[in-house]
């Protein structure tokens, strides 16, 4: 059975820095697809960044060039360090496991975390 449990969400103040961290069971996360979701309050969720089986990753424009994907294999984690953090950042972050990178890319997440709570303050 597939297990992803988020943490080290919290509260911090605009330009601030966050390092998520997404523990796998279950499941090795190096052998595929993975994702970080994001829902703000009253809006839908929305991708924040992807990394593919070959190590390469995706990010949505929003966060491009402030936030870094990135996978440890031996802790079968998928991490996600933010910078310059905004307001505009705030809201319910999850980790997703998907499968072979075509399905990521399709949109197709097999599996969720409970989510992890990120609060920027202006």
């Known amino acids: 059975q597939v297990q992803l449990v988020e943490s080290g969400g919290g509260s911090v103040q605009a330009g601030g820095s966050l390092r998520l961290s997404c523990a796998a069971s279950?499941?090795?996360?190096?052998?595929?697809?993975m994702g970080w979701f994001r829902q703000a309050p009253g809006k839908g969720r929305e991708m924040v960044a992807r990394?593919?089986?070959?190590?390469?990753?995706y990010y949505d424009n929003s966060v491009k060039g402030r936030f870094t994907i990135s996978r440890d294999k031996a802790k079968n984690t998928v991490d996600l360090q933010m910078s310059s953090l905004k307001p505009e950042d705030t809201g319910m972050y999850y980790c997703?496991?998907?499968?072979?990178?075509?399905?990521?890319?399709?949109?197709?997440?097999?599996?969720w975390g409970q989510g992890t709570q990120v609060t920027v303050s202006s």
């Open positions: 997703a496991s998907s499968g072979r990178d075509y399905e990521c890319i399709s949109g197709s997440w097999n599996n």
């Open positions: 990394i593919y089986t070959s190590g390469h990753a």
């Open positions: 279950g499941y090795t996360v190096s052998d595929n697809c």
